[in-house]
């Protein structure tokens, strides 16, 4: 079956597979994706020892590279090839050895080549929510699974 005729959600999955396979980053910081829609994403870490900075919190890069990963997903979910123009990030609350935390990516806007999302970092163990990340998309030439596709031959 074609891409092309698979339901949005179906497609966001597929894509986030195909994503999930190779992204070593998300890995290596064992991030898991805990949920995929057309335009959205969630990914959650815990806070591991080796994250924590030298005032004993999470290191605010690790926080934007959850919200930053969350927003790659959000933003490939349709299966074009998109990569971020620009990110910035505020910090709202400090996180803490074994603190688990979750990024919620939200599109706000899309057309075109360009779009906008907003990404909420919550402390799943606080209840708390710890960061907000906004992040500018730009699409790029080529399809997700075809380019992971040509990479696996």
């Given at each position: 079956?074609?891409?092309?005729?698979?339901?949005?959600?179906?497609?966001?999955?597929?894509?986030?597979?195909?994503?999930?396979?190779?992204?070593?980053?998300?890995?290596?910081?064992d991030m898991r994706l805990d949920s995929i829609a057309p335009g959205s994403a969630r990914l959650s870490?815990?806070?591991?020892?080796?994250?924590?900075?030298?005032?004993?919190?999470?290191?605010?890069?690790?926080?934007?590279?959850?919200?930053?990963?969350?927003?790659?997903?959000?933003?490939?979910?349709?299966?074009?090839?998109?990569?971020?123009s620009a990110a910035y990030i505020d910090f709202l609350a400090p996180s803490r050895l074994g603190d688990?935390?979750?990024?919620?990516?939200?599109?706000?806007?899309?057309?075109?080549?360009?779009?906008?999302?907003?990404?909420?970092?919550?402390?799943?163990?606080?209840?708390?929510?710890?960061?907000?990340?906004?992040?500018?998309?730009?699409?790029?030439?080529?399809?997700?699974?075809?380019?992971?596709?040509?990479?696996?031959?």
């Amino acid at each position: 079956m074609s891409h092309e005729a698979l339901d949005p959600q179906t497609l966001a999955e597929t894509v986030a597979t195909a994503m999930w396979s190779r992204d070593h980053a998300a890995h290596a910081l064992d991030m898991r994706l805990d949920s995929i829609a057309p335009g959205s994403a969630r990914l959650s870490m815990s806070v591991r020892p080796d994250m924590l900075n030298g005032h004993a919190i999470c290191h605010g890069g690790m926080l934007f590279t959850l919200a930053d990963t969350a927003f790659a997903y959000a933003c490939n979910s349709d299966n074009h090839n998109t990569v971020a123009s620009a990110a910035y990030i505020d910090f709202l609350a400090p996180s803490r050895l074994g603190d688990r935390l979750q990024a919620h990516a939200q599109v706000r806007t899309q057309g075109g080549r360009t779009g906008v999302y907003d990404i909420t970092v919550h402390n799943l163990t606080s209840g708390r929510d710890v960061a907000l990340f906004r992040g500018k998309s730009h699409r790029i030439q080529g399809l997700v699974t075809e380019s992971l596709t040509a990479e696996a031959s």
